[in-house]
């Protein structure tokens, strides 16, 4: 497996597009309202919205640059449309119509001819011929100017350099002052027959296809309901993404809301927006041969959660998260608030069985929230007491009594009794529905908090309580920590006997684009996955695929003839061996005699003679066997130095409170020698002179338990080999050589290993 993060086409394969394609459109809006764009044929395209406030607005957005595509799927920049002529059939329906006060307005941002900032407002209804409702419009952008009024308020547009444009649409009864409508306004509008004229009319646009390859992709609708469906899946189709894709409908853009902005199902669970997107997504997945993985979790925007829905700490405080604004988790113990939740998922559910898909749910992540400051569990809102009355426990990090233990393992049984109720209703409401259980494993298994797994990984869940158990870890799978994700592996599959095949592993994910190098560390651990056996991996999430130009390579066959065995050397050298440590210098001598070096290596590279180990004729045949299984120099193994093999008390770093995973090295003065071939079970790490808890990982790193304290020494000592190749294509050796005294040469050389 590889990787790559592309920050600009360069060459690769590009087509064109029509500007103004339905496809690129977006959407925006302020909350609680919601709206979701979706392409009805290839020249339309319609926007669905529910209007809560009466200074509601939704913008229907072209932009100039390409900010949300993939970089090597992106459509160019271009700002100027002088040369462009759109014109478009107009149909709408529950929003302010054309003609009005208010109606909707395409907004132009950009510069005027003197590169000075500024806007135009072009009234629609003043290149619409037909109805308020129902009207034809023509847009010459080297002839458009805002204004309400014609001639007599027109503003002439200067569409040379434009930035972005939207047309806005409001509900009746808009006012710019606020206030609540006296019921939910929903309204539609669409754009048919689009077309774009004139020799600005077409732009270039990356069009890779990357290999298929075995990795799934999981997404969010709350950070795609902005874009297309059709958008969306073109990226995940091109990046060579396959098999069901896992859709997280988050926790902020899905719901209704009633009278008192609280989430309902009263007229549907799901708001006519989130509806018809996924309609339409459901349906392009099926078309393009996806699987979807319904994913739906505990978490919900808190503004719009009932007050009694939510879970709470002892001293009343809601469980709030992170985000900003914050999402609450909703109770296990309400009856109302998982009712709710089977509703969402029963609506879920029926889109996909509409489109013709498999059913296949996800309950994501469901847990009882652990307060991040104080670490205080949220066990006591009023159902939960009621429930299970919890006894006071102040942090999940200092549970001490049987009576705490106790309050958690009835907490667990109250989580594992809320999914096994939502199970039901989805298998009742989908036959045959194939259920999976999502479980983030940092927290669930926080080594800080042992007694948590009580609670929030219940024995409930145990097998065959799901069909599939999914896992993910992206604290650790970002961080590298491939020591930890194995032992929370290893964990979770003794507590919960799903085995490899019955499990899924997600991979990621990078919340920042600044931190896009932990990409790297993602491709890792989603290759350790597959390695594992799991069933699918996944990566985690496509909106941050093509934020930072992530590109995976599949190279499963190059792994299958892997460059390196790790297998031994099978004969046992003697002193007789030579070593010679090498380096690359550069030596200019001026005509004065003095020199400048300059060394092109930090480190020496050896060069080996294992000759001297043959002697005898099963050592031939053993040595004749070994160089072909290693196809002659085409792969390493594993060579014990017999002068230097191993470190004892090497300086490894110095702690900084955070850092848990160094990397093995051995000194030499100020020279340093990584080393990535520990000698299995003879490595042992100390942190100021005391013996340290840790795992080794490949490529010659220990990951410790806990990260030690600033200012720490941490040291190891461990034996090591050297990974080696055979120098030459060609081996020979005979009888005649041993017999006569004479030792065969056999030439090694050392392999510089990318350590991950």
């Not at 002439?156 to 939207?166: K, T, Y």
């Not at 993404?241 to 997280?248: D, M, S």
């Not at 999914?419 to 479980?439: E, I, M």
């Amino acid at each position: 497996m590889a990787h790559w993060l592309a920050r600009a086409r360069g060459g690769q394969e590009a087509g064109f597009v029509s500007r103004f394609d339905p496809t690129l459109w977006t959407v925006n809006f302020p909350r609680p309202m919601m709206a979701a764009v979706t392409t009805t044929a290839a020249d339309a395209l319609r926007v669905d919205g529910v209007f809560y406030r009466r200074d509601d607005l939704a913008g229907l957005i072209w932009e100039s640059a390409d900010r949300f595509d993939h970089v090597l799927l992106a459509y160019e920049t271009a700002r100027d449309y002088r040369d462009c002529r759109l014109r478009f059939r107009w149909r709408s329906h529950g929003i302010v119509p054309l003609d009005a006060v208010n109606g909707p307005v395409l907004t132009i941002e950009g510069r005027d001819a003197g590169g000075q900032p500024r806007a135009w407002y072009v009234r629609l209804w003043n290149y619409a011929s037909g109805s308020p409702e129902d009207a034809l419009i023509a847009l010459d952008f080297a002839d458009l100017a805002g204004g309400f009024l014609h001639p007599a308020e027109a503003d002439p547009v200067w569409a040379g350099d434009v930035d972005r444009m939207f047309v806005s649409l409001v509900p009746p009864g808009h006012d710019a002052g606020g206030g609540a409508l006296p019921a939910p306004v929903e309204g539609w509008a669409e754009m048919s027959g689009i077309a774009c004229e004139g020799p600005g009319s077409v732009l270039e646009r990356g069009d890779v296809v990357v290999p298929a390859h075995p990795l799934g992709i999981a997404g969010g609708y709350d950070d795609s309901y902005h874009l297309t469906p059709a958008r969306l899946l073109r990226n995940a189709l091109q990046l060579g993404y396959r098999g069901p894709i896992v859709h997280y409908v988050g926790m902020s853009h899905y719901f209704r809301l009633d009278a008192a902005g609280l989430a309902t199902v009263t007229g549907g669970a799901l708001n006519i927006a989130c509806a018809a997107w996924h309609r339409d997504f459901a349906a392009r997945a099926k078309m393009l041969g996806y699987d979807l993985i319904w994913s739906l979790s505990y978490e919900l925007f808190d503004a719009h959660c009932p007050a009694a829905w939510k879970q709470r700490r002892a001293d009343g405080a809601a469980a709030l998260t992170g985000w900003s604004p914050p999402s609450t988790l909703l109770s296990p113990a309400n009856g109302e608030a998982m009712a709710y939740l089977a509703a969402v998922a029963r609506a879920l559910l029926a889109i996909g069985t509409a489109a013709g898909l498999a059913p296949r749910f996800q309950i994501g992540e469901p847990w009882w929230w652990i307060d991040p400051a104080s670490q205080a569990p949220c066990l006591y809102d009023a159902a939960a007491v009621q429930a299970f009355a919890p006894v006071p426990i102040s942090s999940i990090r200092a549970v001490e009594s049987d009576a705490q233990r106790a309050t958690l393992d009835r907490a667990g049984a109250c989580l594992a009794a809320s999914t096994a109720a939502l199970t039901a209703a989805v298998r009742a409401a989908a036959p045959g529905c194939v259920v999976h259980l999502l479980a983030y494993l940092p927290t669930v298994l926080d080594p800080l908090a042992p007694e948590a797994r009580r609670a929030n990984l219940p024995v409930g869940w145990a097998s065959p309580a799901f069909d599939v158990l999914q896992v993910e870890d992206y604290d650790w799978a970002a961080a590298g920590d491939r020591a930890a994700t194995a032992a929370g592996v290893a964990a979770v599959t003794a507590r919960l006997g799903y085995p490899a095949d019955r499990q899924h592993y997600l991979s990621g994910f990078v919340l920042r684009a600044e931190d896009a190098g932990q990409w790297a560390a993602i491709d890792r651990a989603a290759a350790d996955a597959r390695r594992r056996g799991v069933a699918a991996t996944i990566l985690w999430a496509l909106p941050q695929v093509m934020r930072d130009g992530f590109v995976h390579f599949d190279t499963d066959e190059e792994e299958a003839m892997q460059a390196f065995d790790d297998v031994a050397f099978p004969l046992a050298l003697g002193r007789e061996a030579e070593v010679a440590p090498g380096f690359s210098t550069q030596i200019v001598t001026a005509a004065s005699g003095a020199e400048q070096r300059n060394a092109s290596w930090a480190e020496a590279r050896c060069r080996y003679d294992v000759g001297p180990g043959v002697r005898s004729e099963a050592d031939i045949a053993t040595l004749l066997a070994f160089f072909r299984a290693r196809m002659g120099p085409a792969r390493g193994f594993r060579l014990r130095d017999p002068f230097d093999w191993q470190g004892i008390d090497e300086h490894l770093g110095t702690g900084d409170g955070q850092t848990r995973r160094f990397a093995l090295v051995r000194r030499y003065g100020e020279a340093v020698r990584r080393v990535t071939r520990p000698v299995a079970g003879s490595v042992s790490v100390a942190v100021d002179g005391v013996a340290a808890a840790f795992a080794v990982a490949p490529g010659g790193w220990v990951t410790l338990d806990r990260a030690p304290a600033a200012g720490t020494t941490v040291t190891a000592s461990f034996a090591f080999d050297v990974p080696v190749r055979f120098a030459e294509d060609r081996l020979t050796v005979s009888r005649s050589t041993f017999q006569a005294g004479v030792a065969a040469s056999v030439p090694l050389i050392e392999l510089r290993e990318a350590a991950p």
